[in-house]
C-alpha cells in the first residue's frame, strides 16, 4: 500500500512523511499529481541491490551471445595462471 501526500501538507508534517516511508512508500503530489516518492532507506537499498544484479544478470548475457557466436574465450588454466593461482 501507498499513500498520497500533497507536497504543502508534507511541508507541514515532515516527522509522519517521514515515519510513514519506513513503512510504506509515501507519494508526494502537486495538483493531484504525482511528483516524487519517498521511500525507507531499506528499500531504497533493496531496490539499487536488484538494479545492479538485473545489470550483473544482462553483461552475463551479453557475453553468452558473443561466446556462443564463436568468439574465442580464454582456457582456464591460462587464467588462473595469469592471476598467480595456479
Known amino acids: 500500500m501507498a499513500t498520497d501526500m500533497p507536497v504543502t501538507e508534507a511541508r507541514e508534517r515532515f516527522s509522519e512523511l517521514v515515519e510513514t516511508s519506513a513503512h510504506e512508500p509515501v507519494f508526494l503530489t502537486k495538483r ?3 511528483q516524487a516518492v519517498v521511500i525507507s532507506t531499506a528499500e531504497y537499498e533493496r531496490l539499487l541491490d536488484a538494479d545492479e544484479d538485473a545489470q550483473d544478470l544482462a553483461a552475463s548475457d551479453a557475453v553468452m551471445a558473443v561466446i556462443m557466436a564463436g568468439a574465442p574465450t580464454i582456457p582456464w ?3 588462473k ?3 598467480g593461482l595456479a
Do not use: E
Open 77 to 79: 588454466a591460462q587464467v
Open 32 to 34: 493531484g499529481h504525482r
Open 81 to 83: 595462471a595469469d592471476l
